[in-house]
């Protein structure tokens, strides 16, 4: 089925569902695909592939709203399903909120190619998937005699959506990712068996690093955490390595979100417009970025996206508001999630920023945990480097991290240039003062 053909069929479910006595209707339709490869002990452990169609229905009657999905998209097997969801829409509670977008917001949509499909995707074959694993386990397994095992990986997907709704809106996307990467476990002396890994996601096979980086890496992380050990409880630095902050900074984007304000479950409630933390901190949500993983033109809800300053210099500056928790909430819908997260970043590496640090503690992963979304406080396990003028001295675990998220936020002092781009959420290392370790 092409492009043209899904869209007339979207648009036969529109109107199907209106006949059968809906007031508002909303069609996506997808095609995917997923592949997944894996190897061990060098042989290939993993090998699968998936594909589907599939259609979602979300169904507005009567102040009433259900949503429905179906593997079925032939139009004498369709008939009856949306005839069905129509009538079991009439059964539920009624609830005044749930609508589809005004219109207005479907207006403005960027025409922009955001180079988040690669069209060299289907030349890809199954020999070279399952090549590119095996070098990956190759390198790594070359890099160290300690190595206990070691599990390589190579997978891509794409996918293709078009969306209709009965108010007006149309649209389509398809995209790609590539991920490549390994996990390695290593023996210590003590018996103990760190491990590590190295992943990296991208929308275009080229912009993969090589095999055989990734795989070294994974086991050179691993091997950096033999000999690890507890500290004393007190106050350090903290610096937090880009590729972990993401546990971070999902303390602080979740409680932005409409669902958590209109249940009061958020500690940014009534922040709006008020410093929430240093001058260090600006976040952008910005949909526009090329190859960006979270890259779109609109939103689940079909509302055209627009670059957003959620954070400037510590004042939080927007929420993450639906069509939906917008109406509760009587505030003016943005979009429900986030698309590319960018920092400002500074002038410095990781490296650079570790070179000032007179006695601190590098976090390079968080384990365990929890964060508080209504109070804020958090408590985070970590494992790291405990850092004595500007040099890396020993690997530590078995330590947490605790306070309040607005108190960390406001002890942010400096973040780093080394833009994570292998998330959505492109977020760089980052340099804290004085946060409380709970160790021996």
């Given at each position: 089925m092409n492009k043209s053909e899904t869209y007339e069929l979207a648009r036969w479910v529109v109107a199907r569902a209106k006949k059968a006595g809906a007031d508002d209707v909303a069609v996506n339709i997808a095609r995917s695909r997923n592949i997944e490869i894996g190897c061990r002990e060098r042989q290939v452990e993993t090998l699968k592939e998936s594909t589907q169609n599939s259609l979602s229905l979300s169904v507005y009657a009567g102040n009433r709203y259900t949503t429905h999905s179906t593997n079925d998209i032939r139009r004498e097997g369709l008939e009856s399903f949306v005839t069905e969801a129509v009538a079991m829409t009439r059964y539920l509670n009624e609830d005044p909120y749930r609508t589809l977008p005004d219109p207005k917001y479907y207006e403005g949509r960027e025409s922009l190619d955001l180079h988040i499909f690669d069209p060299a995707y289907d030349s890809l074959t199954s020999d070279e998937r399952?090549?590119?694993?095996?070098?990956?386990e190759d390198a790594a397994l070359a890099e160290s005699e300690r190595i206990i095992s070691?599990?390589?990986g190579f997978s891509d997907s794409f996918y293709e959506t078009v969306k209709v709704h009965s108010n007006g809106f149309e649209g389509d996307r398809k995209g790609t990712s590539f991920s490549i990467g390994a996990e390695a476990t290593v023996r210590d002396d003590s018996g103990r068996r760190p491990e590590d890994w190295d992943w990296r996601t991208v929308r275009f096979?080229?912009?993969l690093p090589a095999a055989d980086v990734v795989g070294k890496l994974a086991v050179q992380r691993a091997l950096r955490k033999i000999g690890q050990t507890k500290l004393e409880s007190g106050r350090y630095d903290m610096l937090v390595?880009?590729?972990a902050a993401s546990r971070l900074l999902g303390g602080l984007i979740g409680p932005m979100n409409g669902r958590s304000l209109?249940?009061?479950s958020s500690f940014l409630d009534d922040k709006l417009g008020q410093k929430i933390g240093s001058d260090e901190l600006t976040i952008i949500d910005d949909?526009?970025?090329d190859f960006g993983l979270?890259?779109?033109l609109f939103d689940g809800e079909g509302m055209s996206t627009e670059r957003r300053?959620?954070?400037d210099k510590g004042v939080l500056k927007s929420f993450y508001i639906n069509t939906y928790y917008g109406k509760k909430l009587g505030m003016e819908p943005t979009s429900g999630s986030t698309t590319n997260l960018v920092f400002d970043k500074g002038d410095k590496s990781l490296g650079e920023m570790i070179e000032g640090v007179q006695r601190g503690i590098l976090v390079t992963t968080f384990i365990g945990g929890n964060s508080n979304s209504t109070t804020g406080d958090f408590s985070y396990g970590i494992m790291g480097v405990l850092i004595e003028n500007g040099r890396a001295v020993k690997p530590v675990n078995e330590m947490n991290i605790s306070g309040n998220l607005s108190e960390l936020w406001n002890r942010l002092v400096m973040v780093g240039n080394d833009e994570y781009v292998y998330s959505a959420w492109r977020r760089p290392s980052m340099y804290f003062k004085d946060v409380h370790f709970s160790g021996v």
């Open positions: 399952v090549a590119i694993a095996r070098r990956i070691c599990t390589s096979r080229k912009n390595e880009n590729r209109q249940q009061k949909p526009f970025i979270g890259s779109r300053v959620m954070i």
